[in-house]
C-alpha cells in the first residue's frame, strides 16, 4: 500500500465510506454530478481501491474530483453500504493538504470558498452573511433579492430579525467572546493552518500563472478562478 | 395493519421529543426566509405552548464550509460539541435543528461518537483546550419539519382554513421536496427514512391539501455547495432544478413546498433565471409556481398574515395561490417596512410578476 493511501485511511469518512466496492455503478446512475460533468464515481473508487500513489497524485491533480455536490444520494443506493461521496471529500482534503488542487481550474476554486464560507464563519459566525451575498456576483438572486440587500436594515426589521444586533434572533452580530471561542476552535483543531495551507499554495499557483493575487477579493486570481470555466468539464 | 406491518413500518418511524427543545438556526433561512424561523417559534410557543430556548451565543454549525471542504470534520465536531455545551448550560437535551445541512451533519456527528469512540474523546479534549468547555450529548435531535409534523393535527385543529381553492372547495394540488440530507444520509434519523419521507406529505394531508407524486421527486435541488458558491459551477446549480421543475410541471401543482433552506431558494429563485434565460415559466401564464417553507404552509391556515410570514421575500409571486385560497392581503403593504410605512420596490422582472 502506498503512503498516500494509508494518508487516506486515516481519514474517518474513507474508513466509513468504503468498505469492499463491486463496482456495480449504482453510484453513478443515481449522481446528479455525473448527469451534469464528465463524471464517474464508481470509476472514482475503483481508481482509489486499486491505484499506487502515482495513480493517486494523478487523481488528486484532476478536474475531476471537484465535480461532486455531495447530496449524498449515492449512499442511500450503494448495495454495499459505502458513500462515494465521503471518498470524495476525503481525497479533497488530501488534495488541498498537499497541493494538489491547484493543479486543476476546479480544485483552484477552494481559495474562493475559504475567503467566502470559510472566512464568513470567523468574521460573523455564519457560512452566509446577507451584506456578503452581492447581487453583481449573484444576479441570478433577481431584484427581490437586490431589494432586500439594498433595504436590508428595514427588511429584516420587518421579518423579526436582529440584523448586527446583541441578543436574540435571525442574523443577530455574534459577540466578541462567542467568535473567539471559534477562532480558538479552528486554531485547536488545525483549521487555521488548513487555511493557511489553501492561500500559500494558492499564491504560488497565482505567479505560476502571471496574475495579480493580495488578501482582497477583487485581486486578478481570486476573479479568475471564480469564472474561469476553460477547461472541457461536459461530455 | 396487521401485527408484521406495523413492525415494517417502525423502522420508518423516529422519536421526536414532546417539548423542552434546544433551538440551532440555520445560515440560509436567516438570510432568505427569516420570518419562518419566527414563525416556527410562535407556532411551537404560542399554539402549542412547548418550551423552546434560543442561545444567542450559538453560531453556524460551519456546514456549508465542511460540504465546500474548507471546513474539517475535527473542526465541524467540535463546533458542534460548543452547541451541546450550550443545551447543557441550559438544562436542555433536545436539540431542534432549522437546517437541513445542519440536520444531517448533526446525526452524522453522533453516529461517528457511536462507532468511532476515540473521535467523542478527541472532540472533547479539542473543545476544553480551546474553550474550556463540556457537554452532554443530547438525548433527542430532531429537523424542525419532524416537529412540525409530529404536532400536525394539533395545528390542524387551531387552523381558520386548509390547504383547499375557496372558490372550488377542491384541495390544492401540493408537490414536495425533500432536501437530501434529511434523511439520505441516515435514513433512520428522518420521518419515513429515504424511501417513504412522510414529513411533508403528512402536513399536506392532515391540513387538507393533496400530495401529488412526480418522477423526480427524490432528485437533488442542485445546491452541490460548491457547484452553486462558485460562479463558474452554477450551471451544474440551475440544471438540476430545471430538471425538477419539468418533471413536477405536468402535475400543474398549486405550490411546492420543502423542508430545506438551500432547496426552498433555489427552486424559487432558479425559476426567475431560467424565466429570463429561457422564457420558460412553470405556473399559470407568465407566473412561476410558489415555494414555501412548511412554516409558511401551516402559517397560512392558521390565518398568519401573509407579510408577517415574509412571502415577500419570494421571487415568485404567492399572491395568485393567497387569491385561490381566499386569504386576504393587503398588497399596498407587501414591501412596507414593520411599521406600515412604504420603501422602495423591487424591479419588476419580465416574466414571474
Known amino acids: ?143 427581490i433579492w437586490e431589494w432586500i440587500h439594498e433595504n436590508r436594515t428595514m427588511v429584516y426589521d420587518r421579518m423579526g430579525g436582529n440584523l448586527d444586533k446583541p441578543g436574540e434572533g435571525p442574523l443577530r452580530a455574534i459577540d466578541k467572546e462567542t467568535l473567539n471561542e471559534l477562532d480558538s476552535i479552528f486554531e485547536v483543531t488545525g483549521n487555521n493552518e488548513f487555511f493557511k495551507t489553501i492561500e500559500s499554495y494558492s499564491e504560488k499557483q497565482a505567479h505560476e500563472m502571471g496574475l495579480q493575487i493580495n488578501n482582497t477579493m477583487n485581486c486578478e486570481y481570486v476573479k479568475h478562478i471564480n469564472t474561469a470555466n476553460e477547461k472541457q468539464h461536459q461530455r | 395493519m396487521n401485527d408484521i406491518e406495523k413492525n415494517v413500518w417502525r423502522k420508518y418511524q423516529k422519536n421526536i421529543a414532546d417539548d423542552n427543545y434546544f433551538f440551532v438556526r440555520s445560515c440560509i433561512r436567516q438570510n432568505f426566509f427569516p420570518a419562518s424561523e419566527q414563525a416556527f417559534l410562535k407556532i411551537m410557543r404560542n399554539v402549542l405552548g412547548k418550551n423552546v430556548i434560543e442561545d444567542p451565543k450559538h453560531t453556524t454549525c460551519a456546514g456549508i464550509g465542511y460540504h465546500s471542504d474548507v471546513v474539517t470534520f475535527d473542526t465541524l465536531q467540535t463546533i458542534m460539541g460548543r452547541h451541546f455545551s450550550l443545551m447543557t448550560e441550559a438544562g436542555i437535551k433536545n436539540v431542534a435543528i432549522s437546517c437541513v445541512t445542519s440536520f444531517g451533519l448533526y446525526s452524522e456527528v453522533l453516529e461517528t461518537w457511536k462507532h468511532f469512540p476515540k473521535e467523542l474523546e478527541k472532540t472533547r479534549d479539542y473543545l476544553y483546550k480551546a474553550t474550556g468547555r463540556t457537554f452532554e450529548i443530547p438525548e433527542n435531535i430532531a429537523h424542525c419539519s419532524d416537529i412540525i409534523y409530529k404536532f400536525r393535527n394539533e395545528i390542524a385543529q387551531k387552523a381558520t382554513r386548509k390547504l383547499v381553492n375557496a372558490e372550488t372547495g377542491e384541495p390544492l394540488s401540493i408537490v414536495d421536496h425533500i432536501g437530501c440530507h434529511y434523511s439520505k444520509i441516515f435514513p433512520e434519523y428522518g420521518e419515513g427514512g429515504a424511501e417513504f419521507p412522510q414529513v411533508l406529505t403528512g402536513m399536506v394531508s392532515a391540513w387538507g391539501g393533496n400530495s401529488v407524486d412526480y418522477p423526480e421527486r427524490r432528485h437533488c435541488c442542485g445546491f452541490g455547495f460548491r457547484q452553486y458558491l462558485v460562479q463558474a459551477n452554477r450551471g451544474y446549480s440551475v440544471s438540476n432544478t430545471y430538471k425538477k421543475l419539468v418533471s413536477m410541471e405536468p402535475y400543474k401543482p398549486d405550490f411546492i413546498v420543502s423542508n430545506c433552506p438551500g ?91
Open chain 1, 1 to 143: 500500500m502506498g503512503v498516500l493511501k494509508k494518508k487516506l485511511l486515516e481519514d474517518i469518512r474513507f474508513e466509513e465510506g468504503l468498505q469492499a466496492c463491486m463496482n456495480c455503478g449504482i453510484c453513478t446512475a443515481i449522481c446528479p454530478a455525473a448527469e451534469f460533468y464528465d463524471y464517474d464515481p464508481r470509476q472514482i473508487v475503483n481508481t482509489v481501491q486499486t491505484a499506487d500513489d502515482e495513480t493517486l497524485i494523478e487523481l488528486m491533480k484532476s478536474e475531476t474530483i471537484w465535480y461532486c455536490g455531495q447530496c449524498m444520494s449515492c449512499r442511500t443506493r450503494c448495495p454495499r453500504n459505502n458513500t462515494p461521496g465521503y471518498v470524495i471529500m476525503a481525497l479533497r482534503k488530501l488534495s488541498q493538504e498537499m497541493g494538489f488542487f491547484t493543479e486543476s481550474e476546479k480544485g483552484r476554486q477552494q481559495l474562493y470558498l475559504k475567503r467566502t464560507v470559510g472566512d464568513n464563519v470567523l468574521k460573523y459566525g455564519y457560512c452566509i452573511y446577507p451584506k456578503e451575498v452581492k447581487p453583481e456576483i449573484h444576479p441570478e438572486q433577481g431584484p
Open chain 2, 263 to 353: 432547496c426552498t431558494m433555489f427552486m424559487d429563485k432558479w425559476q426567475y433565471t431560467i424565466s429570463e434565460m429561457e422564457h420558460k415559466t412553470f405556473g399559470d401564464g407568465n407566473q412561476g409556481v410558489p415555494v414555501l417553507t412548511y412554516e409558511e404552509m401551516a402559517g397560512l391556515i392558521l390565518g398568519y398574515n401573509p407579510w408577517d410570514l415574509g412571502l415577500q421575500m419570494h421571487q415568485v409571486s404567492v399572491e395568485p395561490l393567497l387569491k385561490k385560497m381566499g386569504i386576504p392581503y393587503d398588497e399596498s403593504l407587501k414591501f412596507a417596512d414593520k411599521n406600515g410605512h412604504k420603501s422602495s420596490v423591487p424591479f419588476q422582472p419580465s416574466y414571474i410578476l
